[in-house]
């Protein structure tokens, strides 16, 4: 039987009169490339925001790599990594300053700061770029390291937020591949992504509707569920029925 790093009963988060997450319930398992998917205002980024234990729910129940999403924030934060499109380097530092930075804060040792430093240096092929500052490199490379650096301490699970957004084909490709490498050591991936192509990734996909999940399965039991040859065609046939339009 297979590991529950996540799993969620009901969880719900309203601002107000608004409910912006609608008793979701679902798990995720060691290891899996779980892929969360919704148009804008579906809900999902009020959704992960409480599950790395950033936003308290206003009700329902919640277990991230163990521990409660009410009363342990700080522990979900120390076992989880977290990467998102939209800041996760300093791009004024260099790119060893950068891991051993997030190291540190990660907690690692000096001589785990220095090993990781090497290690990753190495198998991202930045050896020449060490010493360069973030803001030079191109940006599928900066994805590429801020990915690592979001699991250098080898956290149970990793929260992607659309961290392939603006990223060539090509690069794509070699992102994931870093995925599928991390998910084999056993390290969980839970990913946004606007790039439906990449939900076929996923080991299992779920799309958000209005601040429920409609619809859960893997790609290929979505497909057959809806009728549909692609996972696009899945998604937009959901999406559609939305009534809402901002997050």
Known sequence: MKETVIKTNKLTK???????????????????IFGFLGANGAGKTTAMRMLCGLSIPTSGEANVAGFDVFRETEEIKKNIGYMSQKFSLYEDLTVLENIEFYAGIYGLTDKEIKDKSDELISKLGL???????????????????????????????????????????????????????????????????????????????????DGRIDALDTPAGLRKQFGVGTMDEVFYKLARQAKRSAD
């Open 14 to 32: 309203r601002f107000g009169d608004f409910v912006a997450v609608d008793e979701i319930s679902f798990e995720v398992h060691r290891g899996e």
């Open 127 to 209: 050896r020449n770029e060490a010493k360069k500052l973030v803001g030079s490199l191109p940006l599928g490379w900066k994805q590429k390291l801020s990915f690592s650096v979001a699991i250098v301490h080898q956290p149970k699970i990793v929260f992607l937020d659309e961290p392939t957004g603006g990223v060539d084909p090509s690069m794509r490709r070699q992102f994931w591949d870093l995925i599928y490498d991390a998910a084999d050591k056993g390290i969980t991936i839970f990913v946004t992504t606007h790039y439906l192509d990449e939900a076929e990734y996923c080991n299992r996909v779920s799309i958000m509707v």
